[in-house]
């Protein structure tokens, strides 16, 4: 297995680790209520999704 010879120093391994950024979470907006929801889920404050309704998103995101 392959060792480093040297000690990678802290710049290197700074430059490197930059690009390490987290991406913003995407939110579209829900056609029945306008409310600000996950794409491809159902919305937690009326509970449709794609024009049927959901009873177990609503109840779900109001417990916790």
């Given at each position: 297995m392959a060792v480093p010879k040297r000690k990678t120093s802290r710049s290197n391994t700074r430059s490197r680790r930059a690009n390490w950024k987290?991406?913003?979470?995407?939110?579209?907006?829900?056609?029945?209520?306008?409310?600000?929801?996950?794409?491809?889920?159902?919305?937690?404050?009326?509970?449709?999704?794609?024009?049927?309704?959901?009873?177990a998103a609503e109840r779900t995101e109001h417990q916790g």
């Amino acid at each position: 297995m392959a060792v480093p010879k040297r000690k990678t120093s802290r710049s290197n391994t700074r430059s490197r680790r930059a690009n390490w950024k987290a991406s913003a979470v995407t939110t579209t907006t829900c056609p029945q209520c306008r409310a600000e929801t996950l794409p491809h889920t159902a919305c937690p404050s009326c509970g449709t999704y794609k024009g049927r309704h959901y009873a177990a998103a609503e109840r779900t995101e109001h417990q916790g």
